[in-house]
């Protein structure tokens, strides 16, 4: 009887474990941090985008994206991305006051339907030089 318990419950945390690694792939970055190299702080602000590809079955949305700094501005498309499709987030960098290296974290927070609020980081550094 307790073997027939340690089992059942066994299957339920394994198969609760693959149901939530499942719904963290359905957003897949080409990449996660962004180098700018070396940016002069008088040229004005630098962008990058991130792409994504929404690999669920069911489509995702971007509810925010959020950064460590008013220098840096996150931008995204509020509407749903399609299974399969790609969506991107763009990043603007406002060099103008900074110094030396920076490093700066941009929180985005999606869902899909029918799962959790989900959040992954994303990360722009680089090195600011005087003009």
Known sequence: MIKRIFFTLSVLLLSAVIASAADNKTIQFE???YDFGTVKSDNGPVKHEYEF??????????????ASCGCTRPKYTPEPVKPGKKG??????????????????????????GSKTRNITLKITGNVVPE
């Open 31 to 33: 990449e996660t941090t």
């Open 53 to 66: 590809v929404n690999t669920g079955d069911v489509p995702l949305t971007i509810l925010s994206a959020s």
């Open 88 to 113: 991107k987030i763009t990043v603007n960098f406002l060099p103008a006051g900074q110094r030396g290296y920076i490093s700066k974290d941009i929180k985005v927070r999606y869902k899909s339907a």
